[in-house]
T-cell receptor, first 113, second 114 residues
Framework: DGGITQSPKYLFRKEGQNVTLSCEQN?????MYWYRQDPGQGLRLIYY???????QKGDIAEGYSVSREKKESFPLTVTSAQKNPTAFYLC????????????FGEGSRLTVL | AQSVTQPDIHITVSEGASLELRCNYS??????LFWYVQSPGQGLQLLLK??????LVQGIKGFEAEFKRSQSSFNLRKPSVHWSDAAEYFC????????????FGQGTILTVHP
C-alpha cells in the first residue's frame, strides 16, 4: 500500500546529541514537509521541499536540518542547537503542494533526557 | 502576519448533538482552507477543503464547513456527533505571500459524552 513511513516511532536522546528522523514515501509525491507538534500550539512548519535537491525553511527551522537527495526520502536531523527538541514530529507529502491534500505519516515522538 | 486561529481549545458535546468548531484566518486574500482530524498519537487526515465557488463544502464522515468571507471564517459543522468523532481537529490555510506553506491553527480537542 502507498503511504508515508516515519521511523523511529519513539526516540530518546541525551542532551547534546544529534538525531535523525526518517521519512519515506512511496506515493510519488514531489512535495514533502516536516512539522513539529506541541500541545496547544498546533503544527508548526520546520522545513519543506517542493522538488528533489531543493528545500526551504519553515517557521521554526533553527536547530534543524534536512536533505532531499531522493524523491522518496526527506530525513530531518534535530541538532544539539535545538533548545527544546522534545516534541512530536510529523512528516507529510503532497502531489500538488499545499493546494492538495497532505498525506501524513504516523509521527515520531522525540524525548530528550 | 498570516495566521489561523481556532478560539476553542476544548469542546465537549453529547453523542447525537450538533457540533460547530470555529476557525478564523488572517490573510491578504482568500486562502485555500482545510480541516484535518487527528486521532491520538496518529498523523492527520483531511476532512474537507475549500478553494473557491460554493461556500458550503461537504467532506468525509458527514462533516461540512462554511466559508464566510465577511467574517474571515471557515467553521466546521456536523449535525449529529458520534463517539468515534472524538479527536483533535485542525483548521489550516495556504496561499497569499506564503505560497508553498500550510499554516495550522492551534487545534480543538473534541470530547464526546455518551
Amino acid at each position: 500500500d502507498g503511504g508515508i513511513t516515519q521511523s523511529p516511532k519513539y526516540l530518546f536522546r541525551k542532551e547534546g546529541q544529534n538525531v535523525t528522523l526518517s521519512c519515506e514515501q512511496n506515493l510519488n509525491h514531489d512535495a514533502m514537509y516536516w512539522y513539529r507538534q506541541d500541545p496547544g500550539q498546533g503544527l508548526r512548519l520546520i522545513y519543506y521541499s517542493q522538488i528533489v535537491n531543493d528545500f526551504q525553511k519553515g517557521d521554526i527551522a533553527e536547530g534543524y536540518s534536512v536533505s532531499r537527495e531522493k524523491k522518496e526520502s526527506f530525513p530531518l536531523t534535530v541538532t544539539s542547537a535545538q533548545k527544546n527538541p522534545t516534541a512530536f514530529y510529523l512528516c507529510a507529502s503532497s502531489s500538488q503542494g499545499v493546494t492538495g491534500e497532505l498525506f501524513f505519516g504516523e509521527g515520531s515522538r522525540l524525548t530528550v533526557l | 502576519a498570516q495566521s489561523v486561529t481556532q478560539p476553542d481549545i476544548h469542546i465537549t458535546v453529547s453523542e447525537g448533538a450538533s457540533l460547530e468548531l470555529r476557525c478564523n484566518y488572517s490573510y491578504g486574500a482568500t486562502p485555500y482552507l482545510f480541516w484535518y482530524v487527528q486521532s491520538p498519537g496518529q498523523g492527520l487526515q483531511l476532512l474537507l477543503k475549500y478553494f473557491s465557488g460554493d461556500t458550503l463544502v461537504q467532506g468525509i464522515k458527514g462533516f461540512e464547513a462554511e466559508f464566510k468571507r465577511s467574517q474571515s471564517s471557515f467553521n466546521l459543522r456536523k449535525p449529529s456527533v458520534h463517539w468515534s468523532d472524538a479527536a483533535e481537529y485542525f483548521c489550516a490555510a495556504a496561499g497569499g505571500t506564503s505560497y508553498g506553506k500550510l499554516t495550522f491553527g492551534q487545534g480543538t480537542i473534541l470530547t464526546v459524552h455518551p
